[in-house]
């Protein structure tokens, strides 16, 4: 089992890799990604939590991995402060179905305080198991902040075994 014990809650081979492009209708519905898509129906449930954890972009999280979350935040008191923090951020995040159809409705009072309409969306894996949910324009404004650190990062990851 790995630290953040991924090895339990879903083979990281099926993470979506890359960004995909899809929209926000004027009801909320989202169409996921064939990707995106594959990997949530992976889980049991067709049933997902979709947040605002404060970053400035939504996440969608299949349940065994939100759950997950939630016992190691409780398992760490000495990040207690952290830990109400995030929850309550995420505390105005709810559980989503996916339809038959591949699609589901970002709650409104999330597109309300994201001050989402419809539009162009960008999905892409995120590292933990959760999918990250970006207007267009917000995520090419994320991926220039994002250049710089990159730049260090790289170099620091290559040095501790990363390959190109």
Same mark, same amino acid.
């Given at each position: 089992?790995?630290?953040?014990?991924?090895?339990?809650?879903?083979?990281?081979?099926?993470?979506?890799?890359?960004?995909?492009?899809?929209?926000?209708?004027?009801?909320? /519905? #989202?169409?996921?990604?064939?990707?995106?898509?594959? @990997? !949530? &129906?992976? %889980? =049991?449930?067709? /049933? #997902?939590?979709?947040?605002?954890?404060?970053?400035? @972009? !939504? &996440?969608? %999280? =299949?349940?065994?991995?939100?759950?997950?979350?939630?016992?190691?935040?409780?398992?760490?008191?000495?990040?207690?402060?952290?830990?109400?923090?995030?929850?309550?951020?995420?505390?105005?995040?709810?559980?989503?179905?996916?339809?038959?159809?591949?699609?589901?409705?970002?709650?409104?009072?999330?597109?309300?305080?994201?001050?989402?309409?419809?539009?162009?969306?960008?999905?892409?894996?995120?590292?933990?198991?959760?999918?990250?949910?970006?207007?267009?324009?917000?995520?090419?404004?994320?991926?220039?902040?994002?250049?710089?650190?990159?730049?260090?990062?790289?170099?620091?990851?290559?040095?501790?075994?990363?390959?190109?």
């Amino acid at each position: 089992m790995t630290n953040m014990g991924e090895a339990e809650l879903f083979n990281p081979a099926t993470l979506p890799i890359g960004s995909y492009n899809t929209k926000l209708d004027g009801s909320g /519905r #989202v169409k996921l990604p064939a990707a995106v898509a594959r @990997f !949530l &129906r992976q %889980f =049991p449930e067709d /049933r #997902v939590f979709v947040t605002d954890l404060g970053e400035g @972009f !939504l &996440r969608i %999280f =299949p349940l065994p991995v939100w759950h997950h979350n939630m016992r190691v935040m409780r398992a760490n008191p000495d990040l207690a402060r952290e830990a109400a923090a995030v929850m309550r951020m995420a505390s105005n995040g709810e559980l989503v179905d996916i339809d038959s159809q591949g699609r589901i409705v970002i709650p409104q009072r999330l597109r309300s305080d994201m001050s989402w309409e419809e539009g162009e969306l960008r999905m892409a894996g995120g590292m933990g198991g959760s999918i990250e949910v970006f207007l267009e324009a917000d995520y090419k404004a994320s991926r220039e902040q994002a250049r710089e650190v990159a730049k260090d990062g790289l170099n620091t990851l290559l040095q501790r075994g990363m390959q190109l």
